[in-house]
């Protein structure tokens, strides 16, 4: 075989690369460099070596162990083709090796480099759990926990590890259960599930909760089994049901959750159910890097939560700084994780007020729209809206202004103050239609008075934030070929 065709299939085999689409896969093989060992040897030492990317076994052994303070090994695996080893190190341990790792004589592995491995995880969310739930399961074994919790690195992040130990689950937000009738037909519980934007509805038979389905009920109990989805979706359900105590702590829930092997787990208050957790979400809660506190954000629902991930930047922030990170990648997370929250309270407005009249775009202009987000950073934003028929004008205006306003106050509670300039979507001047805009960016390259060159400069850097593409494809197309026109008025300074 080829090396790129032995790369191929050891991506196809090896977890969790093999649930990526194999046009992925392909796209990876040039990325991986060959590592051939001829002697034992410690290539990896716990809270010391610098992890440069994920390792996949082709031949050979990796001898995994924590070394305790009389450097004896601890919690020794032997690990062999397939397997992933470093993944859990890069994105949850601050790129640190989080075991010791004694390799074979005649091993054989291949490397994906750091940052594609950090691509993929922002790309797949089924990639990136892999990670996050081995470690779940992992931190319910005794001496691991025991070794993971120790070093000073997870003392300092985030949400320390020890959390997991202490923190009760009646101080995380957990989810409103989203329910339906047993005789409820199977696509009209879907129907349900989307409008209510849930991956999981639980099942009623006589006021009482009798299981639950989820997206991947719907796959793998109806769809791959060709059921009529006007059947009852209680006869697909997946049960039992399993609850806890909202007054027990985190590591209970995990616990539970693995041991009865469910995904959801239904909180109990004064012996009623008050909501549930998932196992993602309760997992997320750990996060020890950005990358997870990103992940923490996406499940976020309501502006009081938002608001607490915002406040808790500035400790991400500092971990980062404090580790060497320069400050552009800083700003680059704090960018992320801004786009992150303010695409959440966009999804929730158009959620509230109904769908759009039109096709639209929403926009980030000045510093955003260049990526550089600071913690300071006010509202630079703006709508374009597709242009439609005379009669429809004023009621598409009418809903895109009473979402601008909505979008901006909510961004305002969150803590993105509105901008003193009124450089925003909320100032009518900046929401308005593809043609309208044209004309705004020909005017102001036409008359270069101060206030326009401000204008221009201000609305030259946007970047697309939520919505379709196309209108600001059309809209920097049009700028580009205005741009080329001679203009003996236009200026740099």
């Not at 012996?271 to 997992?283: D, K, M, P, Q, T």
């Amino acid at each position: 075989m080829h090396n790129s065709e032995i790369i191929l299939s050891l991506l196809k085999t090896t977890a969790p690369f093999h649930v990526l689409q194999e046009s992925v896969q392909k796209s990876l093989v040039d990325l991986m460099t060959k590592c051939t060992f001829s002697k034992e040897e410690l290539i990896y030492r716990q809270g010391i070596t610098d992890i440069d990317g994920v390792d996949l076994i082709y031949k050979g052994q990796y001898e995994t162990f924590f070394l305790d303070n009389m450097e004896n090994k601890r919690s020794i695996e032997i690990h062999e083709n397939p397997y992933c080893f470093g993944g859990i190190s890069v994105l949850l341990n601050r790129k640190k090796a989080l075991k010791s790792v004694m390799v074979k004589k005649g091993t054989i592995i291949y490397r994906l480099p750091r940052k594609d491995f950090f691509e993929l995880c922002n790309a797949n969310e089924e990639f990136f759990h892999f990670f996050t739930n081995a470690f779940g399961r992992k931190m319910l074994e005794e001496e691991f926990s025991h070794f993971v919790k120790s070093p000073a690195s997870f003392e300092e992040s985030y949400y320390a590890a020890d959390q997991l130990y202490s923190r009760k689950i009646d101080n995380i937000i957990y989810k409103d259960i989203v329910s339906t009738d047993y005789n409820t037909p199977i696509y009209e519980a879907a129907k349900i599930m989307s409008s209510n934007k849930v991956s999981c509805i639980f099942i009623m038979q006589k006021d009482k909760i009798v299981g639950y389905a989820t997206d991947i009920t719907l796959r793998d109990n109806v769809i791959a089994k060709q059921i009529q989805a006007d059947k009852a979706i209680g006869t697909v359900m997946d049960n039992p049901i399993v609850s806890i105590s909202n007054q027990a702590i985190l590591y209970e829930a995990v616990l539970m959750m693995f041991r009865t092997k469910t995904k959801y787990l239904l909180v109990e208050k004064d012996g009623e159910y008050v909501g549930f957790l998932s196992r993602n979400r309760l997992l997320s809660e750990q996060g020890q890097s950005p990358l997870v506190f990103i992940q923490s954000v996406k499940l976020a629902e309501s502006l009081t939560e938002l608001k607490d991930k915002w406040d808790n930047v500035p400790k991400i922030i500092n971990q980062l700084l404090g580790r060497g990170v320069n400050a552009a990648v800083a700003n680059q997370v704090i960018t992320m994780i801004a786009d992150t929250i303010a695409i959440k309270v966009i999804e929730k407005t158009i959620h509230n007020m109904g769908p759009p009249p039109a096709k639209f775009v929403f926009m980030v202009t000045g510093s955003e729209g260049r990526k550089e987000q600071t913690l300071k950073t006010d509202q630079d934003n703006a709508i374009i809206y597709e242009d439609k028929a005379n009669e429809q004008r004023e009621y598409v205006r009418d809903y895109f202004l009473k979402f601008a306003n909505q979008v901006s106050d909510d961004l305002n509670k969150i803590g993105f103050v509105y901008c003193t300039g009124g450089y925003m979507a909320s100032n009518p001047a900046w929401t308005h239609s593809l043609s309208h805009w044209k004309n705004n960016y020909k005017s102001w390259i036409e008359d270069t008075i101060p206030e326009n060159a401000i204008k221009f400069s201000t609305f030259f850097d946007c970047r697309r934030l939520y919505g379709d593409k196309g209108i600001i494809d059309e809209l920097k197309s049009f700028l580009n070929h205005e741009l080329q026109k001679p203009n003996e008025r236009f200026f740099l300074l």
